[in-house]
């Protein structure tokens, strides 16, 4: 626990705080920046002492519960959530469910990509955002069959011939076991991982297997309907605070995939 830094991080967010910020009414004669103490204390449903102690980096280490308190009384963001909780020396707690809304700075992002295909999924595997090209290059059945997990081992909607099915079928199971973990109180989660295991014998045996994968580059081969056998490359970008994946879907550069894939881009701008 790195009670020093987080009696500095305490400190410098409620000093930060407008009194107006928690619903109380603005008083020019405030000699305190932002909150006082016992205004966090109350918020945080804990004790004036036990708050400035940890203030003062005299407290013993919170528990997830005052952490919690903590982190919504001083209204951080979930990124500075998870760090109140790294300096107190413990993990955050998982959320409720999977984040399945999209932040529009990231569905701006897709659309800015032209010669790229982009899909957003999220800790269930669901394809929450897509561009016209990853349409184009996965089936235009996304909106109605966008869970790549179901697409993979029960065979809803468009599933092209590839060359790292095996692969991707661990990766897969590797991501859903994590999601587990982290919400097991998600209910679509828990149905989708039921679905899979009556559904799917392979399903089971991977996921008796554990398989653990870390998101990075990887590429495949597929033999597409319209457009032939594409060789494209496959990398992942983070998007930590929500638990979702941004998929880049490209091909070498001056390589008759990434012709292929210019001219599909075109087709799906028109």
Request: charged letters at 30%; a positive charge; glycine letters at 8%.
């Amino acid at each position: 626990m790195a009670r020093h830094e987080l009696a500095r991080f305490l400190r410098d967010r409620r000093e930060g705080l407008r009194p107006q910020d928690i619903g109380l009414p603005a008083d020019p004669h405030r000699r305190t920046p932002g909150l006082r103490r016992e205004e966090v204390a109350e918020l945080a449903h804990m004790s004036v002492d036990y708050y400035t102690r940890l203030e003062q980096a005299r407290g013993p280490r919170p528990s997830p519960r005052i952490l919690d308190g903590l982190a919504g009384a001083l209204r951080l963001t979930p990124a500075e959530r998870s760090h109140l909780f790294r300096l107190a020396g413990t993990s955050a707690p998982p959320g409720v469910r999977a984040v399945r809304r999209v932040r529009p700075h990231i569905v701006q992002m897709l659309r800015r990509l032209p010669d790229t295909g982009a899909i957003v999924t999220d800790a269930a595997y669901d394809v929450v955002a897509w561009n016209p090209l990853a349409q184009a290059l996965l089936g235009d059945d996304l909106g109605r069959h966008g869970n790549l997990a179901r697409r993979r081992f029960l065979g809803r909607g468009h599933a092209y011939e590839s060359s790292s099915a095996e692969e991707f079928g661990r990766i897969v199971v590797a991501r859903l076991r994590r999601a587990a973990d982290r919400y097991p109180h998600d209910t679509a989660l828990t149905a989708l991982l039921g679905e899979l295991r009556t559904g799917s014998e392979e399903f089971r045996q991977i996921w008796a297997e554990r398989p653990v994968h870390a998101p990075g580059h990887r590429t495949k081969t597929i033999d597409h309907p319209t457009a032939g056998t594409l060789k494209l490359n496959c990398d992942v970008l983070l998007v930590p605070e929500d638990d979702q994946e941004v998929v880049l879907i490209t091909a070498d550069p001056g390589s008759p995939s990434a012709r292929t894939i210019r001219r599909l881009a075109g087709a799906a701008a028109s």
